[in-house]
């Protein structure tokens, strides 16, 4: 059985599949409005032009999947980036695949936001559909709308007979 | 003294000044992620393509004003929307002006997201820098990049020789 390691998630080991959205990965910080406001700067570029695309700011709330969860497929965005911010704080689980060929085994890897992470995937970055650790955990989604297929998804091959997972304490 | 009454914010209220982000107001919702996943698909526009503009992902942390609020100011963006969506659901105070004159103190009007909800300031709205009700609260900002001048400030003028201000129990 393969079961994929659970890194933690960090701006140099995601920089492969995209961006970590915090406060320590803006590309400025500086104070506005009266010296009340940080504003951490341009942390994530939103990369959806492609072919008529737009920006589009939409909610996604996520159910849990049971443990261990199974990893049989992974989806990727041709047209655009797609980005992930948890709304209450919560942690969540990350999967993605390097190299642009359906997936193999080794080329996965599996992140743990801390809550106060969220994550951009750059454009045609193989990813596993959201991962949620919790009931009713809503996401604000920063993706693209416009013509065109914005969706390729692919099934996993099984290792020795057997479906990868994912798996914690 | 002119105090500003503070309405509950929907997005009824709130259409000539932009576009509220709660799942109560997406264009369509549905399931995705093999049943997982609710989608509230499309919010809100990001619309900050004028002039060579792009969207970027960055986060604000606020800090409260004394008490009562003075709105001495006003700013607009006559070159792109702007996106708050509070990160830990916790509730802020919005005020904008209707026009694109200099706002007159009748013009003005305040509102309170019950925490849930996220506000996107349309291209060239007059509003008030970010007002929030926590230490350290921090909002996610969807605006823009790129060349030209983005950011126009304008002085409110006195009522009766005051400040307007803003007040609550």
Not at 20 to 48: C, E, L, M, P, W
Not at 138 to 149: A, H, K, Q, S
Request: charged content about 25%.
């Amino acid at each position: 059985m393969m079961q994929l390691p659970i890194e933690y998630l960090t701006p140099e080991a995601f920089a492969p599949f995209g961006e970590v959205i915090s406060t320590d990965t803006a590309r400025d910080t500086y104070k506005i409005n009266q010296g009340t406001t940080t504003r951490f700067h341009d942390i994530s570029r939103v990369d959806v032009g492609d072919e008529g695309g737009a920006p589009i700011i939409s909610i996604f709330r996520g159910t849990p999947r049971p443990k261990p969860i199974e990893i049989k497929m992974m989806e990727r965005h041709p047209l655009g980036s797609q980005a992930f911010i948890p709304l209450a704080g919560q942690k969540f689980l990350i999967v993605v695949a390097s190299g642009t060929e359906t997936p193999k085994p080794e080329d996965l890897r599996a992140f743990l936001s801390d809550g106060t992470q969220g994550v951009t995937y750059a454009k045609n970055v193989w990813h596993h559909p959201l991962l949620v650790l919790e009931e009713d955990s809503d996401f604000l989604i920063v993706d693209r709308t416009g013509p065109g297929n914005n969706l390729n998804e692919v099934e996993l091959p099984l290792v020795d007979g057997e479906v990868i997972t994912l798996d914690w304490a």
